[in-house]
C-alpha cells in the first residue's frame, strides 16, 4: 500500500502481538503501518516508549519524519552507509561547468545518551560532486557508478537480482540521470582533478558548516515543528562525563647519553633534534642506493647531499641522516638501477635486480625509488608500480623508500621546508632497518596488545584485515599476519598464537585487542575458545576503536583562542564504556601550538568483554584508555602526532599493501616495518 512502510519482526512487541489476536505473527517477517495516517478499520496502537522494542518503532517514525522533511524541500535525501538519513544541500561556491558540489549532512537519533531527553546528532559527512552531463551522453558505461536521479541516488552497476531493481532501472530516464564524480570517469570526460584542498584546522571548518547549517535548516519554525528542541544550540558536554589522561604516561624512552643516563621526552619532534633514538638496527654496517629514471639521475646528487649532509637554511634541523637517526651509512654504487621505460621498468629492474650480488650477512640495505608518478597520477597501473617494486625488493630482503620525484624537485628549493620531509624518510628508514626510534617510558603492566585493522580496495570491493602484536605495553612491534574478511578462523588462529606465544615467556595481566569494528560473537568465539584450551584465567578485553573524520559525534573547546581542539588525553563518556579520546599535540602547558601538529579529530572507542567480573575494578577502564593514548605516540612513519593507534594503524597499511603483492608477504618480513 502506498504511504505505508514495514516494521520488521524484531520490533513487535507484545501490544503489537495483542492487536492482532487472529493472526500468527511468528511465521511473518514484517507488517505494514502508516505512522500517524489513520485507515478505516485499521488497528492503532499508542506507544509504549518505555518498551524497548517500542522506541525502536518511534525512531524509525522520526527518521520517517526527516526525510519527508528534507524531500518536502526538495533536497537529495538517502541513506548514509550505517543507515542514518543523509541529507545533500546545494553549495553556491564551487560549482563548474562539470559539476554541481553538494555538501552532505547526517542525522542519527538517539535517545537520553547525552542528556534525559531525545537527541538529534548532526554530523558533516563531506562533499560530493554531481556532473552535468547525464548517463545518457556518456559513452563508456562501465565508468558510471553512483549516480543522481531525482532526490535518490542509486548504483549504476547494481545487480539487477530481484524483480523490484529491475524494475527501477527499467523505469530511469538516462537523460535525467546524473553520474557522482569518480576519478577514471572524470579522467574519461577530461574534467580536471584538482588535489584536494585540506583546511589548517579541520574543527573550525567542521564546526562552522555545521552551525550554519543547524541556524539555516533546524533552528527554525518549520523543522521545530516536528523537532521541537529544548534550546536552538548544541548541548554543553556536562562536566561528570570528562576527564584526562595525564600526559605523563606518554613519556617517551629514547637513547641513553653518554654517561648512560635514560632520556625521555614527551613531544618525539623536538626530542629527535636532541635526543638518540632508542636502538639502532641490529647491523652496524648499512648502505643505500638508488633506483631512477634515466632523465633523474643529476636529481640524486642533490637529494642525497641533503639527505647524507643536511640541509643549507639557516635554522637547520636536519645534519644529515647519519646525525639524525644515529647510524652509519653510506652508498653502495655498485647496486644503482638506472631504468628507461617509466611505464613499465619492473622487467628492467627485474633484469638488473637479478645480475646484481648483495652481502647480506654483513650489509642491511635499503632502496630510494625515484618515482616518476605521484599518489594522483591519472593511470592506476602507474599508481601499482610502487607496490611492484616494494614486493621486488622484499623478496630480495631490502626495504624500500619511495621519494616522489615532481614533490622532492619542487620542495628541495626550499630547503627549510624540505629539512622536516627528510626527517620523516630518514625516521621511516630506521624504522624499516629494524631501529627502534622510541618506546613507551611508563610499562608497568605485563599485558598483550592485539591490533586488528583493516582497508577496503575499492576496486576489488573486498576488504582485507591484518592483526600486528606487540608485546607488554611498550609498544614495540613483533609481528603481523594478514587475510581476507571471511577468513575469520584464521584471524581468531593467529590471535590464539600470539597469546600462546606470549604467555608461555610471560605471566600476563590480561590480554587486550583492538579491533577496527565492533567485534562479531562469531569473530569472538574461536579467541575464547582458544584461551580456555590454553588453560588461561586472565580478563579479555576488546576495544572497538573507529576514527570519527565522517562520523556521527566530535566536541570542542570554546576556551583556546577559537582553535577549538581539546588537550591531547582529553576523553569523555558519550554512553556506557564508549568514549571519545583526543589525541594531539595539545599539552595544558603549551604557551604556543603550531598549525604543523595538526589538528586530529578524536577517536571513539567502545569497550566490551566477553568476561563477567571484567569491570569490576573502576580503574580498568581508564588503564584501557590510557593504554590507546599511548599507542597513538608509536608513530614512526612521522613526526605529526597521530590520533590512530599503530594498533589500528598499522595493520591498515599492511591490509592497503600486501593483498596486491603477487605472492604475499614473505614470512621473514612479517616482524619488520618495511611498510612504513
Request: glycine residues 4%; neutral net charge.
Amino acid at each position: 500500500m502506498e504511504g505505508s512502510h514495514p516494521i520488521h519482526k524484531s520490533k513487535f512487541s507484545r501490544q503489537i502481538k495483542e492487536v492482532f489476536p487472529d493472526a500468527d505473527l511468528s511465521n511473518t517477517d514484517q507488517i505494514f503501518t502508516t505512522f500517524t495516517t489513520e485507515i478505516p478499520n485499521a488497528p492503532n496502537i499508542k506507544l509504549n516508549l518505555v518498551d524497548g522494542k517500542e522506541l525502536r518503532i518511534y525512531k524509525q517514525f522520526l527518521k520517517h519524519q526527516l526525510r519527508s522533511y528534507f524531500k518536502s524541500k526538495d533536497y537529495i535525501v538517502v541513506k548514509n552507509f550505517v543507515g542514518d538519513v543523509q541529507v545533500w544541500m546545494p553549495s553556491k561556491k564551487g560549482n563548474t561547468t562539470d559539476y554541481n558540489l553538494y555538501y552532505k549532512f547526517s542525522f542519527k537519533i538517539q535517545f537520553a545518551k547525552l542528556t534525559d531527553l531525545p537527541e538529534l546528532i548532526v554530523s558533516y559527512d563531506g562533499t560530493s560532486k554531481v556532473l552535468t552531463t547525464s548517463v545518457k551522453d556518456i559513452e563508456d558505461s562501465e565508468l558510471i557508478k553512483r549516480c543522481v536521479y531525482g532526490q535518490k541516488t542509486f548504483n549504476y552497476q547494481m545487480d539487477l537480482d530481484t524483480e523490484e531493481k529491475e524494475e527501477f532501472y527499467n523505469a530511469i530516464q538516462f537523460e535525467q540521470a546524473y553520474p557522482i564524480f569518480n576519478l577514471p570517469l572524470a579522467r574519461a570526460l577530461d574534467i580536471p582533478i584538482e588535489e584536494p584542498v585540506r583546511p589548517a584546522n579541520k574543527y573550525q571548518k567542521y564546526v562552522a558548516l555545521i552551525n550554519n547549517f543547524a541556524t539555516n535548516y533546524l533552528f527554525t519554525e518549520d523543522f521545530k515543528a516536528i523537532f521541537p528542541f529544548k534550546t536552538d544550540a548544541f548541548i554543553d558536554v556536562p562536566l561528570n562525563r570528562i576527564n584526562h589522561i595525564d600526559p605523563q604516561v606518554g613519556l617517551l624512552e629514547f637513547g641513553k647519553d653518554q654517561y648512560g643516563n635514560k632520556k625521555t621526552h614527551l613531544v618525539p619532534k623536538l626530542a629527535m633534534n636532541n635526543l638518540n633514538p632508542y636502538k639502532r638496527p641490529n647491523n652496524q654496517n648499512i648502505k643505500f642506493f638508488f633506483v631512477y629514471h634515466t632523465s633523474h639521475k643529476e636529481a640524486i646528487k642533490t637529494f642525497y647531499n641533503n639527505l647524507k649532509f643536511g640541509v643549507t637554511s639557516q635554522k637547520k634541523y636536519f645534519k644529515g641522516i647519519e646525525a639524525y637517526v644515529n647510524i652509519k651509512a653510506s652508498t653502495s654504487k655498485e647496486h644503482f638501477i638506472e631504468f628507461k621505460n617509466e611505464n613499465d621498468p619492473i622487467p628492467e629492474i627485474t633484469e638488473q635486480l637479478e645480475n646484481l650480488s648483495f652481502d647480506h650477512d654483513n650489509v642491511r640495505y635499503a632502496a630510494f625509488y625515484l618515482s616518476p608518478f605521484d599518489k594522483y597520477t591519472p593511470n592506476p597501473e602507474d599508481r601499482e608500480i610502487y607496490i611492484q617494486i616494494k614486493e621486488l625488493f622484499l623478496n630480495e630482503g631490502i626495504v624500500t623508500q619511495v621519494v616522489d620525484y615532481e614533490k622532492m624537485v619542487v620542495n628541495i628549493e626550499n630547503q627549510y621546508n624540505f629539512q622536516f620531509s627528510l626527517q620523516n624518510m630518514a625516521l621511516a628508514i630506521h624504522a624499516k632497518l629494524g631501529g627502534a626510534p622510541w618506546k613507551l617510558a611508563v610499562t608497568d603492566k605485563k599485558e598483550l596488545v592485539i591490533g586488528v585493522g583493516a582497508f577496503t580496495n575499492q576496486g576489488e570491493n573486498r576488504r582485507y584485515i591484518a592483526s600486528a602484536f606487540s608485546f607488554q605495553n611498550n609498544g614495540l612491534f613483533r609481528k603481523f599476519e594478514y587475510f581476507d574478511q571471511s577468513e575469520t578462523d584464521l584471524l581468531a588462529g593467529s590471535i590464539c598464537k600470539a597469546i600462546r606465544d606470549f604467555t608461555s615467556v610471560a605471566e600476563a595481566d590480561k590480554v587486550v585487542i583492538h579491533f577496527y569494528k565492533e567485534m562479531s560473537y562469531e569473530e569472538l568465539k574461536p579467541i575464547i575458545r582458544g584461551m580456555h584450551t590454553l588453560g588461561l584465567k586472565i580478563p579479555l578485553y576488546i576495544l572497538n576503536i573507529n576514527k570519527t573524520e565522517a562520523e556521527d559525534i566530535i566536541a570542542y573547546d570554546l576556551n583556546w583562542n577559537k582553535k577549538l581542539m581539546p588537550v591531547s588525553g582529553t576523553y569523555i563518556r558519550i554512553s556506557e564504556n564508549q568514549f571519545l579520546l583526543f589525541n594531539n599535540a595539545r599539552y595544558p602547558s603549551d604557551r604556543f601550538y603550531s598549525d604543523t601538529d595538526g589538528y586530529p579529530f578524536p577517536i571513539k572507542i567502545k569497550i566490551s568483554s566477553p568476561d563477567e567480573d571484567a569491570f569490576e575494578d573502576a580503574d580498568v577502564v581508564l588503564e584501557l584508555l590510557t593504554q590507546v593514548y599511548q599507542f597513538s605516540r608509536l608513530y614512526w612513519k612521522s613526526l605529526r602526532q597521530q590520533n590512530v593507534p599503530i594498533t589500528i594503524k598499522y595493520p591498515e597499511m599492511v591490509a592497503q599493501i600486501a593483498p596486491r603483492f603477487n605472492n604475499g608477504v614473505p614470512d621473514d618480513a612479517k616482524d619488520a616495518l618495511w611498510f612504513l
